[in-house]
Nanobody, 122 residues
Framework: QLQLVESGGGLVQPGGSLRLSCAAS????????IGWFRQAPGKEREGVSC????????YYADSVKGRFTISRDNAKNTVYLQMNSLKPEDTAVYYC???????????????WGQGTQVTVSS
């Protein structure tokens, strides 16, 4: 059964860092684009970053450019999201998702993890 599991969320102070992990089971991530998305209370789910399956191309939402870095380790079947210089407005549930085609649009993804909470607060 195809499954994605996020981990690494938590409470961090403004300016701090977290690294989220998205581990896949039941399938090989090599052939899938992976996206990271987030959803804050009362807001729609939005794309944060994504990475292609082919050449490792990466894309970022303007709000996280220069602060977040997406990477993949196919040997570990895992994708990471390194988040630096975190701000209170980054607070949300973060999800990873997989699909054949790369996109920052949530509706384009078929397979989703359960999410991990990130809270940025002093």
């Amino acid at each position: 059964q195809l499954q994605l599991v996020e981990s690494g969320g938590g409470l961090v102070q403004p300016g701090g860092s977290l690294r989220l992990s998205c581990a896949a089971s039941g399938f090989t991530l090599d052939y899938y684009a992976i996206g990271w998305f987030r959803q804050a209370p009362g807001k729609e789910r939005e794309g944060v970053s994504c990475i292609s399956s082919s050449d490792g191309s990466t894309y970022y939402a303007d709000s996280v450019k220069g602060r977040f870095t997406i990477s993949r380790d196919n040997a570990k079947n895992t994708v990471y999201l390194q988040m630096n210089s975190l701000k209170p407005e980054d607070t949300a549930v973060y999800y990873c998702a997989a699909d054949r085609l790369i996109s920052l649009l949530p509706g384009e993804y078929d397979y989703w993890g359960q999410g991990t909470q990130v809270t940025v607060s002093s």
